[in-house]
């Protein structure tokens, strides 16, 4: 009897070792699948940076673990492994901690930074920097903290791109884009200039902190990961982002890949010069500035002030040159070689009837890496030459308060370069071309410490992504979606050119309303680029929104709230929504209501616009 219950029980067993093995297999099987994420990413400075501190793939959120992981695998620790594995030893046998978090490699038979860093260093000195991808968001520019300039990353960056992805350039000296909220709010191509490197923040030498956050706000390496093993920083994606690799040169052990320079920017033609001592300079109140001598100066003087960051008591302005062609236009102001040691200057640029700022630390320049001759790009911006367009300076600055009584502030001269009189077309992200003129290529110095950024956002951490199986799978939807938003070429319209429409390009994220969310682009308007640069403009013939939106049998019936105007006009508000909601397939007709919900032709397959629409 109990060899009969054994016999049942080995069986019993047997079976239940077959269904745990399917079970486990089918549980295999539906893996969620992890989606390649498509290389986006192309250097984000021109000319050759020194191979600096990697990304840390043991811990990136500056908490030292004693380890250091690289993206191709290699490990380096704070204390000498024992026993000693193989490869090279440190130059002096059974230290491996050189501080600043440097520990030695055997395997790169190098030293490697740095334990808990989040982003990649690349050794530089003042040089512009690039929007390394095309960007619909600029999140944020300006300094961490204008009360602690040696804190965090100093002046820096944030651009978030249309994959959700973020990226974040830190240490800088000039910011030269603005921030705004909304996705979809820019249209900033990558290659387009976003500021200079510098050395502000938490750093010990000049150099660019780049930092790459993904769609959920953890820090990944944009190199990837290419260890043998799994990747200790479950949050990467395996594939390396770069389109194009930055180009590098090394002092210690390669671990980086290299790609092609960028070519620096080419000098600027000479422009419209707006002097102090010109006739479009104005003081705010007269006489409230210094004048100093100096021969870098233009035309060989200068005015001063000491900031402060209360109120505005004093102001430069330099108005935009008179009876100068409208368009588009490279800004550039003088600084010159004395009296120049503010760091939070801000400059105000008044344009197209928008008002945008810039930052630049005065005492960084002029400097023998880069605008040697005091020469400091502002950013590209239309004018539309109607009058009270202007740059001005004030003595509020975003300096910090101590030692505030021993710093000058500037003010010499403005260039404005002209580029183009049409608005530029955006290009479609990912696409861009850079073309930049070479000239030339100024040889960093060797930031050899890294820049310890202690100050790190906690981000919940979410669930692990479990790696696909070889089980076919349908294809997964995109998580973003790119649709079309038609504004007006204000240019066109008023030269009454057509065709008027001008084509943005919004990403919003798949699972969405495409119809409601292009409605609610339109009336929120153009983006600050697309306005200001490009010369975009929305039409609303009064009306200030819309109530509803159905969507039935082909027919989108769209109830607009606010007043009602055609002025006249043939071409109207009733046009561009047309065009924003028939991109979409199962929209053939739009009827359009006014806000007492009347419109034309309520009935049949037509569209229809309210009878005030009429010209």
Not at 13 to 34: E, M, Q, T, W
Not at 86 to 103: L, M, N, R, T, V
Request: net charge negative.
């Amino acid at each position: 009897m109990t060899r009969i219950i054994k016999s049942i029980f080995i069986i019993l067993f047997a079976i239940g070792l077959i269904l745990s093995a399917r079970g486990f297999a089918d549980s295999a099987s539906a893996a969620p699948h992890r989606e390649v994420v498509a290389a986006f990413l192309y250097p984000p400075y021109p000319g050759t940076a020194s191979q600096e501190s990697v990304f840390d793939h043991s811990a990136p959120y500056y908490v030292p673990n004693k380890r250091v992981v690289a993206f191709n695998g290699e490990e380096a620790f704070k204390n000498c492994p024992a026993p000693q594995p193989a490869g090279k030893s440190p130059p002096q046998d059974g230290i491996c901690d050189a501080g600043y978090g440097i520990y030695w490699s055997y395997g790169l038979g190098s030293w490697m930074a740095y334990d808990g860093h989040d982003g990649i260093d690349y050794g530089m000195n003042y040089r512009p920097v690039y929007a390394a991808a095309d960007t619909d968001r600029v999140a944020y520019a300006g300094w961490s903290n204008p009360q602690d300039h040696r804190v965090a990353l100093g002046l820096y960056v944030k651009l978030h791109h249309p994959n959700g992805y973020s990226t974040t350039y830190g240490h800088l000296s000039a910011v030269v884009v603005q921030s705004c909220p909304l996705d979809g709010c820019v249209v900033l191509s990558h290659g387009e200039w976003i500021g200079f490197s510098g050395n502000t923040g938490n750093t010990s030498g000049p150099h660019l902190h780049l930092q790459l956050t993904n769609p959920v706000g953890r820090a990944v390496d944009p190199y990837g990961w290419q260890g043998s093993g799994a990747d200790p920083w479950s949050y990467d994606q395996p594939e390396s982002l770069w389109v194009q690799y930055p180009a590098l040169y090394y002092y210690n052990a390669v671990i980086l890949p290299s790609g092609e320079p960028l070519a620096f920017p080419s000098a600027p033609p000479i422009g419209y010069i707006i002097d102090d001592s010109d006739a479009g300079f104005t003081e705010i109140p007269d006489s409230c500035w210094e004048v100093a001598s100096s021969t870098d100066a233009q035309n060989g003087s200068f005015r001063y002030i000491n900031p402060h960051i209360t109120v505005v008591t004093c102001s430069a302005q330099w108005a935009f040159p008179k009876n100068s062609r409208p368009g588009l236009y490279s800004v550039y102001i003088r600084i010159p070689s004395i009296k120049a040691t503010s760091q939070g200057a801000r400059y105000i640029i008044q344009h197209n009837n928008s008002a945008d700022l810039a930052y630049l630390n005065q005492d960084a320049y002029p400097n023998r890496f880069y605008a040697t001759d005091g020469w400091v790009y502002l950013g590209k911006y239309n004018f539309s030459g109607a009058g009270d367009e202007y740059i001005r300076l004030t003595n509020q600055t975003l300096d910090e308060l101590a030692g505030i009584e021993n710093l000058d502030l500037s003010a010499d001269a403005v260039r404005f370069v002209f580029l183009t009189s049409a608005a530029p077309t955006p290009t479609q992200p990912g696409i861009v071309t850079l073309a930049f003129t070479p000239s030339n290529t100024f040889t960093p110095t060797v930031t050899r410490t890294p820049t310890i950024t202690r100050t790190a956002t906690m981000t919940r951490t979410p669930s692990h992504t479990p790696m696909p199986t070889n089980t076919r799978r349908p294809t997964p939807t995109p998580p973003y979606t790119k649709v079309n938003i038609y504004f007006v070429d204000n240019e066109k319209y008023n030269a009454d050119n057509p065709p008027y429409e001008a084509i943005a390009t919004r990403w919003t994220k798949s699972n969405r309303n495409f119809p409601q969310y292009v409605l609610n682009e339109y009336f929120k308007g153009p983006g600050d680029t697309e306005k200001n640069t490009y010369g975009w403009i929305a039409l609303y013939n009064e009306f200030t929104g819309y109530k509803k939106m159905e969507i039935a049998d082909g027919i989108a019936r769209v109830y607009l709230k606010g007043g009602c105007n055609s002025g006249g006009a043939t071409y109207t508000i009733a046009d561009l929504l047309k065009m924003n909601l028939k991109q979409f397939s199962r929209i053939q007709y739009v009827k359009i209501y006014d806000q007492n919900g009347q419109t034309q032709n309520p009935d049949g397959a037509s569209d229809s616009i309210p009878a005030c629409l009429e010209p």
